[in-house]
């Protein structure tokens, strides 16, 4: 009976300090937080928290290709724009693959200020940036805003030169123009309004237009659209269809460790460009339409309809195969973006225009409770 006691009375002991020193460690480890997460709300005048946002166009024409300028097609190379397309992804042509390669893409293909009016940004104290376009601008990335200061305005008097859309990506199927926040430090996004005429838009046969929003520089590995719009020819002020309205209420940067369970790499600031030279080092060349937005390491230029076809087999969109092969040759960034939207549609005054209002609000979300949940042990920062 004694040897029981005095056996029940050390496991009782052994279990008292046992849990002391489980809790004791326990609120060291959470100290040291090396595995935990935390959540940072930020409003939208921070760089490092503003997202990216494309708009991408693609068509779905068989012979007359949306994308394409077909009269300068046909005067350059005598042959149709679909003809084009096809020799770019390495399709038998009848035209001189040499003829096709030296054609400037930038010039066979769409631009964008022939569809888009303007876009304007409001910050939080009602100033207004306004970008306006006609197809006469050769570079949209010169035009400069015309800035409305508000009563209660917190501008300066002089405000630094600014930065419209880009070009982001393009190839023979999807092109993307980027707008990237560079304003100055004191404005606050509020929300941001894309003005397109409707009846350029319809002469894009079988056209699409993508919205995307994501971490700066990670468009190929965010190919998840917020909002696309099958058809043009169904838009119109009668039917309410000419004012879409996107909110962005959640937006979640997630800041991975680099020695998680998935490695990343946090020096990785550009993963666009890591996966074009990572496509591009595979087949050894350059292809036409990335002469432009390629700047990675010099490789000579594709001459062949091998190499175009080899290249093919790695694009984007609709390629979630191609693209992952690519993707998976190198440690994704550390840095991520996670975004939820809604959208609605509703009318706008003016006939002719689609307007495409993105709003930013920031919220705590479920999502975003849920986030916290899945990301605790990979991660050690949320905004």
């Given at each position: ?34 595995d ?19 708009l991408?166009f ?12 077909h009269?300068f ?82 501008l ?11 070009l ?30 409707i ?26 659209y917020?909002?696309?719009?099958r ?40 993963d ?10 595979i ?9 432009t ?31 992952t ?59």
């Amino acid at each position: 009976m004694n040897v029981f006691k005095v056996t029940t009375s050390l496991l009782k002991a052994a279990c008292f300090f046992g849990t002391i020193y489980m809790t004791i460690h326990f609120i060291q480890e959470y100290h040291a937080n090396e595995d935990s997460s935390h959540i940072i709300i930020k409003r939208f005048r921070q760089s490092e928290i503003f997202p990216a946002i494309s708009l991408c166009f693609r068509s779905k024409h068989n012979e007359q290709d949306g994308l394409y300028n077909h009269t300068f097609i046909k005067d350059m190379l005598s042959i149709q724009s679909n003809d084009y397309k096809n020799a770019l992804l390495g399709k038998p042509s009848t035209t001189s693959i040499g003829n096709i390669i030296d054609a400037e893409f930038d010039e066979a293909t769409i631009k964008l200020q022939t569809y888009l009016k303007k876009f304007r940004v409001q910050d939080t104290n009602e100033n207004e940036f306004t970008w306006s376009f006609d197809e006469n601008i050769s570079d949209i990335r010169e035009v400069q805003p015309e800035i409305i200061r508000h009563q209660q305005s917190d501008l300066p008097e002089t405000v630094p030169k600014l930065k419209s859309m880009t070009l982001k990506y393009q190839d023979p199927n999807f092109i993307c123009y980027e707008y990237m926040s560079d304003l100055i430090s004191e404005v606050t996004i509020d929300s941001i309004d894309f003005y397109f005429y409707i009846s350029k838009l319809q002469e894009i046969n079988k056209g699409e237009l993508y919205i995307f929003v994501y971490q700066p520089n990670q468009l190929i590995r965010n190919l998840r659209y917020l909002y696309k719009i099958r058809g043009f020819y169904g838009i119109s002020q009668a039917t309410r269809t000419n004012q879409i309205v996107l909110d962005l209420n959640a937006i979640n940067l997630i800041h991975a460790r680099d020695d998680a369970n998935e490695p990343c790499d946090e020096n990785l600031e550009d993963d666009d460009s890591e996966w074009a030279k990572q496509v591009i080092d595979i087949v050894r060349c350059v292809p036409p339409y990335w002469r432009t937005t390629y700047q990675g390491r010099k490789h000579p230029q594709c001459t062949t309809t091998e190499q175009l076809k080899n290249i093919s087999f790695y694009l984007p969109m609709k390629n979630e195969f191609g693209a992952t092969v690519i993707l998976e040759k190198y440690r994704q960034p550390c840095r991520q973006m996670r975004v939820q939207a809604n959208a609605n549609s509703d009318q706008y005054k003016k006939e002719d225009v689609l307007k495409l209002k993105l709003r930013l609000r920031f919220v705590f979300s479920l999502y975003s409770a849920y986030s916290l949940i899945q990301f605790a042990y990979n991660c050690h920062y949320f905004y």
